[in-house]
């Protein structure tokens, strides 16, 4: 059975204003695996970062039960704080403070002796490639650079579990994919990562797993593609040697259309959820009839498109 980094039943919490009450988490299920990259995604109000602060001990929760790392939120609490680490949407740089010395405060912080500090923060220089500028002020830093160090610094206590929390706004394409390449390195050590993103490419490059957070409550759950085959518009393209292949093709599905891109007139677009049972399906079709398409591709909606259908609202309205 699989280890679960957090696992959470019923989590709520609600605030109130001067207009009443608040609902901001309506009684969340989360259950992420150790080990993998788990991305909440959703638009701005739905209550992502809600839930970080409270899984990170931040703030507490109305209801629920929490389990963090294997350790009970609510009776536990530092032994979470004690097994985690944070980097939140703002850096937590000091920019006075050169790179080495953000990291030797941190080392100070988690309480380590000054020559496994100095050993630490040695070896994060140089695994987030920041030695050459590790002695000047973290205020002449670029972005990426900035959230390298941000991110090293979360790792000086070696936590197995890390909240990013939007790490990468704001950052250049290339920053954002060293950014990337970084997560991926800690999943294959062991470390889990919880993940919340404005960037729908992000969660789709990166995640392991997806929930999609609306109005306090979890819309939809699962792998990238299986959350792609919630929404429909998906399609097998099918390429054929010749007319003649073609026709039989499409007397033996009994449905699918030409695709209008094609000059040639020899792919045929058929609609398909791209599942493993579908293709099967469809491929036993074509091998009865006797043909056999030169080419094949699965074409299913994107993120953005997943997004849109089950919250309503643009991937650019949610930033």
């Known amino acids: 059975m699989t280890n679960l980094a957090i696992a959470a039943t019923g989590l709520r919490k609600s605030y109130r204003d001067k ?55 609510a009776r536990n609490p530092d032994d979470v704080r004690g097994a985690i680490g944070v980097t939140g949407q703002y850096s937590a740089v000091d920019k006075l403070l050169t790179g080495e010395e953000n990291l030797l405060l941190m080392a100070d912080l988690e309480h380590l002796s000054r020559r496994d500090g100095r050993r630490r923060a040695a070896e994060l220089l140089e695994r987030f490639d920041l030695v050459e500028a590790g002695r000047k ?75 999609v957070l609306d109005h306090g409550r979890l819309i939809a759950e699962g792998t990238s593609e299986e959350l792609k085959r919630l929404i429909p518009g998906g399609h097998v393209s099918l390429r054929f040697p010749d007319d003649d292949a073609l026709k039989d ?11 209008p891109a094609d000059d040639d007139g020899l792919t045929l677009q058929v609609p398909s959820d791209g599942g493993v049972a579908s293709l099967r399906d469809l491929l036993a079709r074509l091998d009865a009839a006797g043909v056999e398409p030169a080419a094949l591709s699965v074409h299913t909606p994107d993120l953005d498109d997943v997004f849109l259908t089950l919250t309503g609202q643009t991937q650019e309205a949610s930033r």
């Open 137 to 211: 002020p973290a205020g002449t830093y670029s972005g990426g650079m900035q959230r390298r160090l941000d991110l090293a610094m979360t790792l000086v206590g070696e936590p197995r579990l890390i909240f990013l929390d939007e790490p990468t706004t704001g950052l250049d394409p290339r920053s954002r994919r060293a950014m990337w390449q970084t997560v991926r390195e800690l999943v294959r050590n062991g470390v889990t990562i919880f993940l919340t993103t404005q960037y729908l490419e992000e969660a789709d490059e990166l995640a392991d797993r997806i929930a």
């Open 19 to 73: 207009n009443g009450e608040k609902v901001v988490l309506d009684g969340i299920d989360l259950n992420v695996p150790e080990g993998t990259v788990f991305s909440l995604l959703g638009p701005n109000g739905a209550g992502k970062t809600t839930t970080v602060q409270i899984l990170s001990t931040l703030i507490p929760a109305d209801a629920g039960t929490v389990r963090v790392a294997g350790h009970d939120l």
């Open 249 to 259: 093709a499409l007397g033996a599905l009994g449905r699918g259309f030409v695709d």
